[in-house]
C-alpha cells in the first residue's frame, strides 16, 4: 500500500484512536482511585490549583502542530469526564441557557459536568451558599464597562472564596424572530450589552427603545414572545431559541472581554502563579489610601487592579476591591496583610486562585 494513500493513512490514525481510548480509560481508573482517597481525605473533587498544574505541564510538552489552546481545550474535557466519574458536580451560572456566563462556565468546567441556570446574580451565590449547587460562575466585570455591581455587592457579604477567573471574549449579534431590521420597534437585553453597543444602536436602530433584562440568554427568550423586538446575544442563543442573526458583531469595540469569577467553599494552595482578590476598608482622611497601599510597595507586589466601591448609606465613603499578584499562604503576602491591617480600617481575603489567561 502506497504510505501516502488516504487508506494508509487512515489506518495509521485508526491504530491510533485504539491506542487513545486505551490510555483514556487507563487514566480514568486512575482518576476514580484519585476520587475515592479525595473523599477519604475530606477533599473536593474540584481542584483548581491541580488542574491548572496540569494545564501548565501540557503546555511544557506540547510540540505542535495542535496549539496550546486546542491542547487545553482537549483536557478539559477528559477533566470534566474524570470529575463526573469521581462524583456528581454541579455549577450554578447566571442564565439561562445560552447566556454568555453558561458559555464561560461550560468553557472551564467541561460538558460532563451539570449546569443549573440562576435567574439572577443573587440567585447563584445562593444556591452555592445554600449547597444547591457546587460550584458558581458568575460575570465580574468587562474590559469596556467595568465592574458588575451585583457581584460586587454579594462578594461583601458572601462566605464564599473565588476558585478561579475565566476570561470570555464577548462578540454580540442582534437577534430576532423577523429575517431584517425593518419594523423592529425594541431592543432586549443586559444592561452592560446595551451599553456595549450603544452605538451601532444609534447608528442603525435609533428610533428602538430599550429594555434591560437579566442576561442576554433571557433577551433572547423575550423576543421569542415579541414579534417586533430583536435581541442582543450570543449566536448559540439564536441557535437554542429558534431566532434569526440579523447581524453579528456589533459590539463598538472589538477588544470586548468579560472577566467571570468561580466560587465556592472550598480554598486553594499556591501554584505559583496566583492572584488574590481583597477587600478592604480605609480612614476617611487625607492619604488613607496611600498609606494602605505602602505595605504592597514595601514587599514589591505587583498590584493588578484597585477599584472603589461605594458604602451603602454612607455618603462619599468607600471600600476597594484589590487584586493582586501572589496567593496569601505565601510569607510575604502574609507579612504584606499584617501590615496592611495596621492602615486599614477592614481587610476581607475573598480568595486566591490560579490566574486565568486575559487573551482567551
Not at 6 to 17: A, I, P, Q, S
Not at 186 to 207: D, F, G, V
Not at 236 to 261: H, K, Q
Request: charged share 25%; proline share 5%.
Amino acid at each position: 500500500m502506497n504510505p501516502k494513500s488516504l487508506d494508509h493513512l487512515r489506518d495509521l490514525l485508526k491504530g491510533k484512536d485504539e491506542k487513545i481510548v486505551k490510555l483514556l480509560n487507563e487514566r480514568a481508573r486512575i482518576s476514580l482511585e484519585i476520587g475515592d482517597t479525595k473523599k477519604e481525605e475530606g477533599l473536593g473533587i474540584y481542584d483548581p490549583s491541580q488542574e491548572s498544574r496540569i494545564y501548565a505541564r501540557l503546555s511544557e510538552l506540547n510540540e505542535g502542530p495542535l496549539t496550546e489552546n486546542s491542547l487545553k481545550n482537549i483536557f478539559t474535557e477528559i477533566l470534566s469526564a474524570s470529575r463526573a466519574l469521581q462524583a456528581p458536580a454541579s455549577v450554578a451560572y447566571l442564565g439561562p441557557e445560552a447566556s454568555f456566563t453558561h458559555a464561560a462556565a461550560r468553557s472551564h468546567f467541561g460538558r460532563s459536568t451539570l449546569f443549573s441556570p440562576g435567574s439572577t446574580i443573587f440567585d447563584v451565590f445562593d444556591r452555592v451558599e445554600r449547597g444547591k449547587a457546587d460550584w458558581g460562575v458568575v460575570p465580574v466585570e468587562n474590559s469596556l464597562e467595568g465592574a458588575v455591581k451585583l457581584t460586587l455587592d454579594r462578594l461583601l457579604a458572601t462566605p464564599l472564596h473565588i476558585l478561579g477567573e475565566i476570561f470570555l471574549r464577548i462578540n454580540h449579534s442582534l437577534l430576532s424572530t423577523r429575517k431584517e431590521m425593518n419594523g423592529l420597534k425594541r431592543i432586549y437585553s443586559h444592561p452592560q450589552a446595551l451599553a456595549q453597543c450603544q452605538e451601532w444602536i444609534r447608528k442603525n436602530l435609533p428610533h428602538c427603545s430599550l429594555h434591560e433584562t437579566d442576561s442576554t440568554a433571557k433577551a433572547a427568550q423575550r423576543v421569542m414572545e415579541d414579534g417586533d423586538g430583536a435581541a442582543i446575544g450570543s449566536s448559540s442563543a439564536a441557535a437554542l431559541y429558534g431566532l434569526t442573526v440579523i447581524s453579528e458583531g456589533i459590539e463598538d469595540n472589538p477588544s470586548n472581554i468579560t472577566r467571570f469569577l468561580v466560587i465556592g467553599r472550598d480554598e486553594n494552595g499556591p501554584t505559583g502563579r496566583d492572584k488574590t482578590s481583597i477587600l478592604m476598608g480605609t480612614r476617611h482622611m487625607p492619604g488613607a489610601l496611600y498609606s494602605s497601599l505602602q505595605p504592597f510597595a514595601r514587599k514589591e507586589i505587583n498590584l493588578m487592579k484597585i477599584e472603589s466601591y461605594p458604602i451603602k448609606g454612607s455618603m462619599w465613603e468607600y471600600l476597594f476591591f484589590v487584586d493582586f499578584d501572589g496567593h496569601v499562604k505565601e510569607d510575604k503576602i502574609l507579612e504584606c496583610l499584617e501590615d496592611l491591617g495596621r492602615h486599614a480600617t477592614f481587610i476581607k481575603i475573598l480568595g486566591s486562585y490560579p490566574m486565568g489567561d486575559p487573551e482567551p
